[in-house]
């Protein structure tokens, strides 16, 4: 059987509590029986709880997008269904923001998503170099850690592959990542049709695993890993739905500095998986649990596998968030991180920035 694929994403935006656009378009691979209905009301249903369910004077940002398809290959067709909500709400100049993936079989708890904006004062002095990255921080920079690392994009990327990562230890005992469509929704069949099950890339902080396509694959001498794509230009695979595991944290009475989110992820330097980034919206420093100061947006440069062996631990329930590019969600706890200075860039807002 030839591969194939036909999907339907479904886009609703808003700003300032409004909808900004609402959009329906199929992504057509072959000639497939056509996705279900658009869910068009649906969403106009959830973001109307959204707007019912936000804090006096609260106005929100941010995206409702649906994504159903089919995907024909060697075997049975895959089928998916799945809802990410993102919701910034800002009031008085301050933002937060609250993510969830879900099948779209599964209601999405509007109360789950409000969030109150907290009025701190601005930090001023030393950063803590105790660093909690909270989910959607985190996801984001290992999404993008496990495009550039451990994705082999043609033959041409074998050897860096085989040479900077595979069998090294980027991670301390416990921690693993894994590729893993069936928990998280994902696609069981890629875009060349080569199933998809789940695949360990780094087990117990070593790098055991790497996605590609067929011809890739070939190249390695290693069966494919079912992860091919076109969703991003440049990337002929990429693992798209993480999960996460490592041990708790231990209780630490220090304060430290908490990053709900970021942007502006890019690559410095693929050899030593560097990457850049600028936190987004409430980053700020806390003590004995309580926040006590907002921290202007930080632009801080992170050899990410140092972050990784510097993780003391999870803390908090693990959480399914999207990440900002091609599609990737990652469910993952908040991480504790220790001796990570970072340096405040010039300040502009303590707040972020709309999404």
């Known amino acids: 059987m030839s591969a194939g694929r036909r999907a339907r994403v ?21 000639a497939l029986p056509a996705p279900e209905p658009d869910h068009a009301a649906a969403r106009m249903q959830l973001f109307e709880s959204l707007v019912a369910a936000a804090h006096d004077g609260h106005e929100l940002y941010g995206r ?10 060697d075997g049975p067709a ?23 993936v879900v099948s779209s079989a599964e209601a999405v708890e509007p109360a789950s998503l409000a969030v109150e904006a907290e009025h701190l004062p601005r930090h001023s002095g030393p950063l803590p170099a105790h660093v909690v990255f909270e989910p959607m921080a985190f996801a984001e920079l290992i999404a993008e850690f496990a495009a550039v690392a451990l994705t ?36 069981a069949v890629d875009i ?42 440049g990337l002929c695979a990429y693992p798209a739905n993480l999960v996460i595991d490592l041990p708790s944290a231990p209780p630490r009475g220090d304060p430290h500095l908490r990053v709900e989110r970021v942007h502006y992820v890019s690559v410095v330097d693929p050899a030593t998986g560097t990457l850049t980034a600028a936190t987004r919206d409430f980053t700020t420093v ?4 309580r926040a006590v100061a907002a921290v202007p947006s930080i632009r801080f440069t992170v050899d990410v596998p140092r972050l990784l062996r510097n993780v003391l631990g ?34 502009h807002s303590p707040n972020g920035v709309h999404p």
């Open 152 to 187: 082999v994009n043609g033959r041409e990327d074998v050897d860096r592959f085989r040479r900077y990562w595979e069998g090294a230890r980027i991670a301390g005992p416990g921690f693993t990542v894994t590729d893993d469509p069936a928990a998280l929704g994902g696609w």
């Open 10 to 30: 479904g886009s609703l935006r808003f700003a300032g509590s409004r909808v900004t656009s609402h959009v329906e378009r199929d992504l057509v691979e072959t």
């Open 314 to 347: 999870g803390v908090g329930p693990a959480r399914t968030v999207p990440v900002s590019w091609g599609g990737c969600v990652v469910r993952t706890p908040a991480v504790s991180v220790a001796d990570l200075p970072l340096t405040v860039s010039i300040p």
């Open 78 to 100: 895959s089928s998916v269904s799945r809802r990410a909500v993102l919701v910034t709400s800002i009031s008085g100049g301050t933002s937060r923001t609250r993510a969830a």
């Open 286 to 289: 806390v003590t004995d649990g």
């Open 64 to 73: 409702i997008e649906d994504l159903h398809g089919t995907t024909t290959g």
């Open 192 to 233: 060349e049709g080569t199933a998809s099950p789940p695949l360990v890339l780094v087990d117990d902080g070593v790098v055991t695993g790497s996605v590609q396509d067929r011809e890739t694959a070939a190249a390695m001498g290693i069966p494919p890993s079912g992860r091919a794509s076109r969703d991003v230009l």
